[in-house]
C-alpha cells in the first residue's frame, strides 16, 4: 500500500520560514495532484495549498498566499511546501494528500494521506 510521508517539520520563530515535504513511499508523484492541509488543536481541518499533477497550476488558501509555496520535484519524487513569513496562527500538524482526482484532493476526500508533521512557531 502507497503511503505519503511528511518531513521537514518543527519549531521557528515567528517571521522564519520552514520547508516540508510530501514523499511517496512506492509511488511517483509526477501524475498525482498533491495539497497540503494542517489541523491545529481544538480547530477544523483547513486547506493550506495544492499543486496540479502537471505541477503548472498552484492553489493557495488566503491565509497563506505570499508566504507559501508548494511545487513539485519530479526528481526527488517530493512535494516540498516552503513556508516563509511564519505566523503563530500557522502552527498546526501538517499532512499531504495525494490523487488523480483534483476535486477529491482539493477537498480532503483524497484516501492517500501522511501521518503529518508539527509546525510550531513561537511568538
Known amino acids: 500500500q502507497v503511503q505519503l510521508v511528511e518531513s521537514g517539520g518543527g519549531l521557528v520563530q515567528a517571521g522564519g520560514s520552514l520547508r516540508v515535504s510530501c514523499a511517496a513511499s512506492?509511488?511517483?508523484?509526477?501524475?498525482?495532484?498533491v495539497a497540503w492541509f494542517r489541523q491545529a488543536p481544538g480547530k477544523e481541518r483547513e486547506f493550506v495549498a495544492a499543486i496540479r499533477a502537471s505541477g503548472k497550476s498552484t492553489y493557495y488558501a488566503d491565509s497563506v498566499k505570499g508566504r507559501f509555496t508548494i511545487s513539485k520535484d519530479n526528481i526527488k519524487n517530493t512535494v516540498p511546501l516552503q513556508m516563509n513569513s511564519l505566523k503563530p496562527e500557522d502552527t498546526a500538524v501538517y499532512y499531504c494528500?495525494?490523487?488523480?482526482?483534483?476535486?477529491?484532493?482539493?477537498?480532503?476526500?483524497?484516501?492517500?494521506r501522511g501521518q503529518g508533521t508539527q509546525v510550531t512557531v513561537s511568538s
Open positions: 494528500t495525494a490523487d488523480r482526482d483534483w476535486g477529491m484532493v482539493v477537498t480532503g476526500k483524497a484516501p492517500m
Open positions: 512506492e509511488r511517483t508523484l509526477t501524475t498525482y495532484a
